[in-house]
């Protein structure tokens, strides 16, 4: 008999609420969202920014929810708690008090859900895994994915993300990970933080929650290594491991090639050399594998293991993923990296783009504003022009007015288009592109590019 993910017994125990349930009623998922219900699904009406959830507490029921977790308001199948996010907290302690699984988190300025997936892939192929979806890595979002984690999970993977100092040291003391990764410290949240150094202290929060004896996992390739080394020390953090291109890491990463779709590259540690092979291009996706390759050491998984299973890892939706619509002898190469954007990830996904051929037609880039860079938006925007121009793209299409830095770095008459809003843009870049081109769209989330994507994906999947 499959054990059950909770009893309503359990949620009144963990969390002090107060129902007309029966004590013995199964909970075996919980949701946030009343349209997207599990099975013997537990509701939670939290306020957001745009909606409270018990406005839709009713529905949630309808919709077959078993119960619902709720700060005002009366009515059968409820439980009454002093505050319904609060109350998901509660649940999360309880779910990772009685784990025995070991526990990864995951923060960092890029990659972070690459990374995350990464581990998940690893540790999928040693035992049963549980893992942070989508990027659930807020203040709703780490309770949430925790509180889902069943008992019998044996590994677990949770991202972290921040937009202002002091986000991830809750987080993190609610997941309590024995492996802290950071991936790397880059301009994004600039203007909540004042200098990269601020970012890299925000980030080392994580290691606030770390288990006694943890370790911590460090990208070493960024100006900040030295302080997250200074706030592992200070945290008391017993050991720190190193991943990246630079000399003296643990886990080294020598050797990259990118062939067609993939990547190659040798990983040395402790005088071994092991041969990683992924099913995407990219140095920033070797580095994110890496951080796979050591977390899965550190957790006693087979290096063997670890990298066949990274051999079928590819590239996320918004982060990278490929796509080739319409006629196969001369189709539109789409790469949708319209979930983040912030300059690492930019020179990333711009060097990757350049050793992609058209086939065919021309390359084409849609790139939107890096939001949240405070005072150095503008210089930062224009920094990318140097990439830009290295990738080959004959086509540059800009959205959002920060990217007017971009625009005036390239100079007159390399800007094809240039729009404040996304939905403006859809249409400019429907009425140009063709089969037999290239094109990569990439900026912040709340540009909206996913949209022109998805519009992309429309016109041309079909012959």
Same mark, same amino acid.
């Given at each position: 008999?499959?054990?059950?993910?909770?009893?309503?017994?359990?949620?009144?125990?963990?969390?002090?609420?107060?129902?007309?349930?029966?004590?013995?009623?199964?909970?075996?998922?919980?949701?946030?969202?009343?349209?997207? /219900?599990?099975?013997?699904? /537990?509701?939670?009406?939290?306020?957001?920014?745009?909606?409270?959830?018990?406005?839709?507490?009713?529905?949630?029921?309808?919709?077959?929810?078993?119960?619902?977790?709720?700060?005002?308001?009366?009515?059968?199948?409820?439980?009454?708690?002093?505050?319904?996010?609060?109350?998901?907290?509660?649940?999360?302690?309880?779910?990772?008090?009685?784990?025995?699984?070991?526990?990864?988190?995951?923060?960092?300025?890029?990659?972070?859900?690459?990374?995350?997936?990464?581990?998940?892939?690893?540790?999928?192929?040693?035992?049963?895994?549980?893992?942070?979806?989508?990027?659930?890595?807020?203040?709703? #979002?780490?309770?949430?994915?925790?509180?889902?984690?069943?008992?019998?999970?044996?590994?677990?993977?949770?991202?972290?993300?921040?937009?202002?100092?002091?986000?991830?040291?809750?987080?993190?003391? /609610?997941?309590?990970?024995?492996?802290?990764?950071?991936?790397?410290?880059?301009?994004?949240?600039?203007?909540?933080?004042?200098?990269?150094?601020?970012?890299?202290?925000?980030?080392?929060?994580?290691?606030?929650?770390?288990?006694?004896? #943890?370790?911590?996992?460090?990208?070493?390739?960024?100006?900040?290594?030295?302080?997250?080394?200074?706030?592992?020390?200070?945290?008391?953090?017993?050991?720190?491991?190193?991943?990246?291109?630079?000399?003296?890491?643990?886990?080294?990463?020598?050797?990259?090639?990118?062939?067609?779709?993939?990547?190659?590259?040798?990983?040395?540690?402790?005088?071994?050399?092991?041969?990683?092979?992924?099913?995407?291009?990219?140095?920033?996706?070797?580095?994110?594998?890496?951080?796979?390759?050591?977390?899965?050491?550190?957790?006693?998984?087979?290096?063997?293991?670890?990298?066949?299973?990274?051999?079928?890892?590819?590239?996320?939706?918004?982060?990278?993923?490929?796509?080739?619509?319409?006629?196969?002898?001369?189709?539109?190469?789409?790469?949708?990296?319209?979930?983040?954007?912030?300059?690492?990830?930019?020179?990333?996904?711009?060097?990757?783009?350049?050793?992609?051929?058209?086939?065919?037609?021309?390359?084409?880039?849609? /790139?939107?504003?890096?939001?949240?860079?405070?005072?150095?938006?503008?210089?930062?925007?224009?920094?990318?022009?140097?990439?830009?121009?290295?990738?080959?793209?004959?086509?540059?299409?800009?959205?959002?007015?920060?990217?007017?830095?971009?625009?005036?770095?390239?100079?007159?008459?390399?800007?094809?288009?240039?729009?404040?809003?996304?939905?403006?843009?859809?249409?400019?870049?429907?009425?140009?592109?063709?089969?037999?081109?290239?094109?990569?769209?990439?900026?912040?989330?709340?540009?909206?590019?996913?949209?022109?994507?998805?519009?992309?994906?429309?016109?041309?999947?079909?012959?």
């Amino acid at each position: 008999m499959t054990q059950p993910l909770y009893t309503i017994a359990d949620i009144l125990s963990a969390t002090g609420g107060t129902t007309d349930l029966a004590a013995d009623t199964t909970i075996n998922s919980i949701s946030i969202d009343s349209r997207d /219900l599990g099975p013997d699904a /537990l509701f939670v009406a939290i306020k957001g920014d745009r909606f409270d959830g018990h406005d839709f507490v009713d529905k949630a029921l309808e919709n077959g929810a078993a119960a619902a977790l709720v700060h005002k308001g009366e009515g059968p199948g409820r439980i009454h708690v002093a505050d319904a996010l609060g109350g998901l907290r509660d649940i999360a302690r309880a779910a990772r008090a009685r784990s025995r699984a070991i526990v990864v988190g995951v923060t960092g300025s890029v990659g972070k859900t690459t990374t995350k997936e990464a581990i998940r892939v690893v540790f999928e192929a040693a035992g049963e895994t549980h893992a942070s979806i989508k990027s659930f890595n807020n203040h709703w #979002g780490v309770p949430l994915m925790l509180a889902r984690f069943p008992e019998q999970a044996e590994f677990g993977v949770f991202e972290m993300g921040m937009s202002a100092p002091d986000e991830i040291r809750p987080l993190a003391q /609610l997941v309590r990970p024995h492996i802290a990764v950071i991936t790397t410290i880059a301009p994004a949240h600039l203007e909540a933080f004042g200098s990269l150094d601020g970012i890299a202290r925000a980030k080392a929060e994580i290691f606030a929650g770390l288990e006694p004896g #943890g370790t911590a996992v460090l990208n070493a390739d960024h100006a900040q290594i030295g302080v997250l080394l200074d706030e592992a020390n200070a945290a008391g953090v017993g050991r720190v491991v190193t991943y990246g291109e630079a000399r003296g890491t643990d886990w080294q990463i020598v050797d990259i090639q990118a062939i067609g779709e993939r990547s190659f590259a040798i990983i040395e540690h402790e005088g071994e050399r092991h041969a990683l092979v992924l099913n995407v291009p990219g140095r920033h996706m070797v580095a994110n594998a890496t951080a796979a390759l050591a977390v899965a050491h550190i957790a006693g998984v087979e290096p063997a293991v670890a990298l066949r299973a990274l051999a079928g890892f590819g590239a996320q939706p918004g982060r990278g993923m490929r796509s080739r619509l319409g006629p196969e002898e001369r189709p539109l190469l789409l790469t949708d990296e319209s979930y983040n954007a912030n300059t690492a990830s930019m020179n990333a996904a711009l060097e990757v783009f350049g050793g992609q051929a058209a086939p065919g037609g021309r390359k084409v880039v849609i /790139l939107g504003d890096m939001l949240e860079l405070g005072p150095q938006s503008a210089s930062l925007h224009a920094s990318l022009a140097p990439a830009v121009n290295a990738s080959g793209a004959e086509r540059v299409y800009l959205v959002g007015p920060a990217m007017a830095g971009l625009a005036e770095a390239l100079g007159a008459g390399r800007v094809a288009a240039h729009t404040q809003t996304a939905a403006e843009m859809a249409e400019i870049v429907l009425n140009d592109l063709a089969y037999g081109d290239a094109v990569m769209v990439k900026g912040s989330n709340g540009v909206g590019l996913a949209g022109v994507v998805e519009k992309i994906r429309q016109r041309f999947e079909s012959n």
